[in-house]
């Protein structure tokens, strides 16, 4: 059982940045995959960005490549999504989930532990 916690959003304007972490219980943290995801009022939850248990493998959706950097730091159970040049359209909650992912790391249904959610918005 893997519990995740996440923080790190809030308000920010068009064009700024946020960083967001997510702290995981456990002490088998390195042998999975982390991903974030997001869900805007009315839509369905949407892959943001995954990465492998070492961080040799990374993934990104379309929508966020070159503004997103997903990171992991083993030691201290914590992944984080660092967030730059945010637009309004990225306002949504934002999760963290935990798997070991078979068929694809940005698949949400592979990931059987998550978070509750923070929520980022973007001021135009």
């Known amino acids: 059982q893997v519990q995740l916690v996440e923080s790190g959003g809030g308000l920010v304007q068009a064009g700024g940045s946020l960083r967001l972490s997510c702290a995981a219980s456990g002490r088998t943290f390195s042998r999975y995959e982390m991903g974030w995801f997001r869900q805007a009022p009315g839509k369905e939850r949407e892959f943001v960005a995954a990465i492998s248990g070492s961080g040799g493998n990374i993934y990104y959706a379309n929508s966020v490549k070159d503004r997103f950097t997903i990171s992991r730091d083993n030691a201290k159970n914590t992944v984080y999504l660092q967030m730059n040049s945010l637009k309004p359209e990225d306002t949504a909650v934002y999760y963290c989930?935990?798997?070991?992912?078979?068929?694809?790391?940005?698949?949400?249904?592979?990931?059987?532990?998550w978070g509750q959610g923070t929520q980022v918005t973007v001021s135009s």
């Open positions: 989930a935990a798997g070991n992912t078979y068929y694809s790391m940005s698949d949400r249904y592979e990931y059987p532990y």
